[in-house]
């Protein structure tokens, strides 16, 4: 029997890795839903959206790495939390600006929340603004 925790470090895994939506599915209902308070993730509402997003990232970060420092799970609340730091460079194409060069480490936690054994929703807390700047991008 799969647990909410497996399901969740099989769904950070794949997200993290910028697998997109195609990979992500799974372990996620179909409407599951987005939020964050950044102003870079501003229009996105929906998982997929979001995964997609991720996935987009490893084109302009092609380094892209997390390493987790905490995976928490909260059965009572139907939740996991998973803290980690994600860190890479500005060598491929794609964002606000050619490529810079600059490298980041970003503190992030993801909170997802469960119905049943999959993913219905997932709150990102992460301090956009420190991000951007450390890749020239603000």
């Known amino acids: ?4 925790r497996d399901t969740a470090l099989a769904f950070f895994h794949a997200c993290e890795t910028g697998k997109g939506w195609e990979a992500c599915a799974a372990f996620c209902h179909p409407g599951a839903t987005f939020s ?3 102003g870079a993730l501003d229009s996105v509402r929906t998982l ?3 995964t997609d997003w991720m996935k987009g ?4 970060l092609p380094d892209g790495q997390y390493e987790v420092k ?3 799970v909260d059965e009572e609340r139907r939740n996991v939390a998973a803290y980690g730091v994600f860190r890479g460079t500005h060598t491929g194409e794609g964002g606000p600006v ?10 992030y936690v993801y909170v997802m929340q469960f119905d049943g054994d999959k993913i219905a929703h997932m709150t990102k ?3 956009d603004a420190i991000s951007l700047q450390q ?3 603000a």
């Open 1 to 4: 029997m799969t647990t909410i």
């Open 36 to 38: 964050a308070q950044a």
């Open 48 to 50: 997929q959206a979001y």
């Open 57 to 60: 990232m490893m084109t302009v």
């Open 70 to 72: 905490s995976f928490a």
């Open 98 to 107: 050619p490529p810079t060069g600059n490298s980041f480490a970003a503190d």
């Open 125 to 127: 807390i992460w301090n």
């Open 135 to 137: 890749l020239g991008w």
